[in-house]
């Protein structure tokens, strides 16, 4: 079963996944919607944390450190930021951190990460529209020999991509989507795309802050 839900506040993303949880729903990925098994029902902790790495050995020395304390780890991808723990092991600590300050540490890492984005769009949107990158997509369409799927796929500009397999797919899938979005959307929809990412930094900003002041 997939469904469709946007959370900024990772405690109550926790409470819900922990209710399907309990429903004898669980929780296998996350990639744009939530995917989830059907299982006997559990009353389990789901924990949530932000990470992004760059090596691979860091990505899954992160993972074995939350295995040997007594968390699964069930959903997330090294260069995608959220990741998803599940306690499967009765005498594991009730919360994967170990006090407020570095349990708000994720938000302010969510909220760096958006506005990084931001950043590194703004210029591509600007020079891609100066240019007049955007007749790219007229000129793939206008051979009658090309299929839709194949002028889809002709957007894409990493070598191989299509052959690749699995997260190193996704990986490069996701990077460059945003750019063949900068290619075929509207103007006024890649502002709307382009200030999302202030949106969201500035309401992880928020929670931020708001967990800080509980100290």
């Known amino acids: 079963m997939k469904k469709l839900r946007?959370?900024?506040d990772y405690d109550k993303e926790e409470k819900w996944l922990h209710s399907m949880a309990q429903k004898g729903w669980a929780l296998k990925n996350v990639l744009f919607t939530y995917t989830f098994q059907k299982t006997p029902p559990?009353?389990?902790?789901?924990?949530?944390?932000f990470r992004l790495f760059k090596r691979k050995k860091d990505y899954l020395d992160y993972?074995?450190?939350f295995e040997d304390s007594g968390w699964q780890h069930v959903a997330g991808y090294k260069s995608l930021g959220a990741h998803y723990f599940k306690k499967?092991?009765?005498?594991?600590?009730?919360?994967?951190?170990?006090d407020v300050a570095s349990k708000a540490g994720r938000y302010k890492r969510a909220s760096d990460m958006w506005l990084m984005m931001f950043v590194c769009y703004l210029p591509i949107i600007l020079s891609l529209?100066?240019?007049?990158i955007t007749g790219f997509v007229s000129s793939q369409h206008s051979s009658p020999h090309h299929s839709l799927l194949?002028?889809?796929?002709?957007?894409y500009f990493t070598p191989d991509l299509?052959?690749?397999?699995?997260?190193?797919f996704w990986q490069h899938f996701l990077f460059?989507?945003?750019f063949v979005l900068l290619r075929t959307i509207p103007v006024f929809l890649l502002i709307i795309f382009l200030f999302s990412f202030v949106f969201y930094a500035f309401r992880c900003r928020s929670l931020y802050k708001k967990q800080m002041a509980s100290l």
């Open 129 to 132: 529209y100066i240019s007049k």
């Open 162 to 168: 299509w052959q690749m397999h699995r997260s190193r």
């Open 88 to 98: 499967n092991r009765e005498q594991a600590n009730e919360d994967i951190f170990s």
């Open 176 to 178: 460059e989507t945003p």
């Open 6 to 8: 946007l959370f900024f």
């Open 150 to 155: 194949s002028d889809l796929k002709s957007l």
């Open 63 to 65: 993972i074995a450190l």
């Open 42 to 49: 559990e009353d389990t902790a789901i924990r949530i944390d």
